[in-house]
């Protein structure tokens, strides 16, 4: 009131539009300070869309009605401060109040939260109910999609989308969307593969029939334009010149001058007999031990043996040599076999030339005999060319005890010096018995024989035997096939087996003493009779004493006793042999009728099988007849096509 009066009083001296001059400064100085919390939090589309009263509720929310009305607690009472605005800080106009106690004043907030009601593309309940909805498989984020966009018109295009041909082309789109190889069936990856190859094929095929060219035919094209342009290049230099720059072209006429070559060579030289000339490395001129990876042709009749000689052709060779036979175990140790194996690979070792390994080869047994038989002997392919051989075979030696200690004994007959005995210290050995040992020691006499331990105390009896491996290398033999250097090139032979030569000379089998089996003949062991010392007898419990019973000279009452049966005794043995009789001639005659029975089998399973074999020949006449006609057929369609006359019919018979 005071200042109301002095504004009055002091309205007469100053100026009037200098009337309330303090109040209107602060009045819109404070309009250009307020913050607006709403606009700063949800944007000016709210501000705009819904303005507030004075009080600061929107006009739509004012008549809501919820029942969380005390989700906030605020004071009932604001105390306004006045204090002296500062410049430098923004100051929220407090002027305006609101009565936060009052339910509308709650309701017109409450939709400003996530937990309100917003609309239907960002509400949090409507969305959760959805997701809900999506996981049991009721809901589909797709079905609002033409709620949300409608139907729309391209301006680019002028075309017009309506909101279904969205859904045809989204589900066209997933049935045309190839599935993953690991969600597929074996059945639809054998499907995929067979298209696929069929689409190569088509393409090539499509490419080749309608004028296209083949990777072959571009290549070879790419040959022949490269002649064509050597021709045209050389064709005016000199042959010598033209040699010089592109080697010996093929047609021309070489001359090779051959050194060091055998006269025969020039005297049985035979112009209708092909020769042929090749080239070797300077590696490939070596001779050494050769592995192959061999295996006996299966039209072959005989199996092959080792050191028996085979000719090879291997490369640009033809010789004759003399293989090992061997298969490799687990532990890569290849042991000899006497013969190959039936239906499996062996590995074979012999003496020859260093071939490169793959290298294939062919083997025959004899090259001078004309026979009927399959004459390939087997095929092999070179593994390695190291010019050794690691070939070894199975030696039993064995020996007898000298002397037997408790668990130590002395050995004899096993090796034949101290130098040998040397050599395999710490080797294992073994009694027939089982029982195992290891050599330790030579001893000075006799020579050979060593000291050993065993497991357990041996007996004089025993045989001690040690398993060993001996190497084994295959003879050098080397001999290259000269069938050039006769006048008959099919003459050639070599050498002959030791199974030829015995029959050819029919010299017997030597057979080896200890190969024959011969009966065996075992003495009867006689063991010493368990004698226990008195002394120990006499603490021993009477269940545990020997009894001895001495022989007596008068025969004694069982032996003397007479058995006499009694009547009804008799009875029963007499009824069991009467029983025993009739059962022996029931298998008699059971025995008849099943030979008769089986007799009569055989007579009707041969019959039978005369039928069948009658038959099946009834059947494959006619099927050969039937060939015979459809080839005569042909034969007389293609004489038709070609203008000629037609076969005389022969009469056909039955």
């Known amino acids: 009131d005071d200042d109301d009066d002095d504004d009055a009083g002091s309205s007469t001296d100053a100026p009037k539009w200098k009337d309330g001059l303090a109040e209107r400064a602060a009045r819109d100085f404070f309009e250009r300070q307020a913050v607006n919390l709403q606009r700063l939090v949800y944007g000016n589309e709210f501000s705009e869309a819904e303005p507030l009263d004075e009080s600061g509720d929107s006009s739509d929310d004012q008549n809501d009605n919820d029942d969380d009305d005390d989700l906030f607690e605020v004071k009932d009472t604001i105390e306004e401060e006045h204090e002296e605005q500062d410049s430098s800080r923004n100051k929220v106009l407090l002027t305006v109040t609101h009565d936060w106690s009052a339910p509308t004043t709650l309701a017109s907030i409450r939709n400003k939260f996530v937990t309100g009601r917003w609309d239907e593309a960002s509400d949090a309940a409507t969305l959760l109910k959805r997701h809900e909805a ?29 909101a279904g041909d969205d859904d045809e082309t989204e589900e066209t789109e997933a049935k045309e969307a190839p599935k993953l190889k690991k969600d597929m069936t074996i059945l639809e990856r054998r499907a995929m593969k067979k298209a696929r190859m069929k689409a190569l094929f088509d393409e090539e095929y499509d490419k080749v029939t ?26 005016e230099d000199a042959d ?26 020039v005297k049985q030289f035979d112009p209708m007999y092909p020769v042929v000339l090749g080239g070797l490395l300077a590696n490939e001129e070596d001779l050494g031990y050769v592995q192959i990876r061999f295996k006996k042709h299966r039209w072959h ?59 294939g080869c062919l083997a025959i047994q004899n090259v001078s005999k004309a026979t009927s038989h399959f004459r390939v002997t087997g095929t092999g392919v070179v ?25 130590t004994a002395f050995i004899r007959d096993m090796f034949t010096s101290s130098l040998e005995v040397a050599k395999f210290e710490g080797a294992s050995i073994r009694t027939v018995s089982g029982i195992r040992g290891q050599i330790k020691k030579a001893l000075k006499a006799p020579e050979g024989a060593f000291r050993a331990t065993f497991e357990d ?49 029919s010299i017997p089998i030597p057979q080896s003493r200890d190969s024959t089996y011969r009966p065996i003949e075992r003495k009867e062991r006689k063991f010493n009779k368990l004698r226990i010392p008195k002394s120990i007898e006499a603490n021993l419990p009477f269940k545990s004493k020997p009894k001895e019973v001495r022989a007596s000279k008068r025969s004694t009452l069982q032996q003397r006793r007479a058995l006499i049966s009694e009547p009804k005794d008799n009875r029963i043995a007499k009824l069991m042999t009467q029983l025993n009789t009739i059962n022996k001639d029931k298998r008699v005659k059971r025995k008849d009728a099943q030979s008769k029975r089986r007799e009569e089998y055989l007579k009707a399973k041969a019959i039978q099988e005369i039928k069948t074999a009658q038959r099946r020949k009834e059947e494959l006449k006619k099927i050969h007849r039937n060939k015979g006609q459809e080839e005569k057929r042909k034969a007389t369609q293609a004489a038709r096509q070609a203008g000629r006359p037609e076969p005389k019919r022969r009469k056909q018979r039955d």
Not at 214 to 225: G, I, L, N, S
Not at 240 to 265: D, I, M, N, S, T
Not at 473 to 501: C, D, E, F, V
């Open 134 to 162: 999506a996981l049991r498989g009721e809901f589909s984020d797709d079905e609002d999609d033409d709620e949300v966009y409608g139907d729309f018109e391209d301006l680019e295009t002028g075309e017009t989308h309506e």
């Open 210 to 235: 309608g004028g296209g060219k083949t990777h072959f035919d571009e290549m070879k094209e790419a040959v022949a334009e490269q002649l064509k342009f050597n021709v045209d290049e050389f064709a």
């Open 301 to 359: 009749g005989k199996i092959l043996k080792t050191r028996d000689p085979i000719v090879l052709s291997l490369g640009w060779r033809r010789f004759e040599t003399v293989p090992i036979y061997a298969m490799q175990d687990v532990n890569f140790r290849n042991r000899m076999l006497k013969y190959t194996p039936e239906h499996m690979h062996c590995v074979a070792v012999f003496y020859g030339p260093v071939t490169p390994p793959s290298t």
């Open 383 to 407: 593994t390695e060319l190291d010019k050794s051989s690691d070939v070894v075979k199975k030696l039993k030696l064995i020996g007898h005890p000298m002397k037997v200690y408790k668990n």
């Open 240 to 265: 010598e010149l033209r040699v010089q720059y592109e080697g010996f072209r093929p047609g021309l006429y070489v001359r090779v001058v051959l050194k060091a070559v055998p006269c025969e060579l």
């Open 457 to 505: 105390k041996i007996l004089m009896s025993d045989i001690v035997f040690m398993r060993t491996w001996y190497p084994v290398k295959p003879p050098q033999h080397y001999n290259p096939i000269s069938s050039l250097l006769l006048s008959n090139k099919r003459a050639w032979q070599g050498m002959k087996t030791t199974g030829q030569l015995r029959l050819e000379r």
